[in-house]
């Protein structure tokens, strides 16, 4: 499934799956950040698949058990790398270690590193990872350079919950266009900003272009209660409203739009409400 596509996306989506512990270093280093990468079984296979925004980068990879280590020689050698990452956890484990600090993060944790500092990466288990690279401002991380959803005095509940939520739209949603480049932006931003001190305002890259008064006023509502859940679906859609999947794609086409391209605009509207009033 895309990350994104589409005129949001600086680099059109990139796929590379391989047996070579060097290939996929190199795929890395193209679509993250260039790592020293050890396996710590005999075999070793290996995939990502990466795209780029306009100032945020996300990468979806799976590895078998391995070690990956940022060195200070390649800290001092690359200067023009995403400086942020964020992970996100959904099968197997991982093991940070950085600046005297460590965490551990299991199936559905989220964590956020800095890679202008030395850093290693154990990864075991049925490994996969969600990692969305972005910028950040020099006030950014202070003493916080490893952070993760467990430091609860640093990463408020309100913030980390929209951003599970956009990162489960990226991974999620097969249909994601033109609005995945849009998530990526916003959820850089966020990350960014759960770092700081969340005094800077925030300028999120989308707005409203469906005319929603063209749509019964009871389904919208049934979608706004529906937004949360990642499974939802226009099938799951139609089956609320009782109608066929015909009938609701005809419905929307009214609007220029289709069921997805709506859920995907109003999760972005209400992620916008929140994250100004809530963040």
């Not at 500092?117 to 950014?140: C, E, M, N």
Request: aromatic fraction near 6%; charged fraction near 20%; hydrophobic fraction near 40%.
């Amino acid at each position: 499934q895309p990350l994104c596509a589409g005129a949001d996306c600086v680099s059109p989506l990139s796929h590379v799956t391989t047996n070579d512990v060097g290939t996929f270093a190199n795929a890395l280093e193209t679509s993250l950040a260039r790592l020293d990468m050890t396996p710590t079984t005999k075999s070793f296979n290996a995939g990502i698949t990466s795209c780029r925004a306009a100032s945020a980068s996300s990468a979806l990879l799976h590895v078998s058990p391995a070690m990956a280590e940022r060195t200070g020689d390649i800290v001092d050698d690359r200067s023009n790398e995403d400086i942020c990452k964020l992970v996100w956890q959904i099968g197997g484990r991982s093991d940070i270690e950085q600046a005297g600090r460590s965490v551990t993060l299991q199936q559905g944790d989220i964590g956020l590193y800095d890679i202008s500092t030395p850093y290693k990466f154990r990864v075991s288990g049925d490994f996969k990872l969600l990692i969305l690279g972005f910028s950040r401002s020099s006030q950014a991380f202070s003493d916080r350079v490893l952070v993760s959803e467990s430091d609860g005095h640093i990463l408020s509940s309100t913030g980390m919950n929209a951003l599970k939520s956009m990162l489960m739209t990226l991974l999620n949603d097969p249909d994601t266009t033109d609005e995945g480049g849009h998530i990526m932006e916003c959820a850089s931003q966020l990350a960014s900003r759960l770092l700081t001190e969340r005094s800077a305002p925030m300028d999120l890259p989308f707005k409203m272009d469906i005319d929603m008064g063209k749509l019964p006023a009871a389904w919208h509502q049934k979608i706004l209660s529906l937004q949360t859940d990642p499974d939802l679906t226009p099938d799951k859609l139609a089956h609320e409203f009782g109608v066929s999947r015909r009938s609701l794609y005809n419905s929307f086409a009214v609007m220029g739009a289709t069921p997805a391209a709506y859920i995907r605009s109003v999760r972005l509207q209400s992620w916008r409400k929140m994250l100004e009033s809530n963040t």
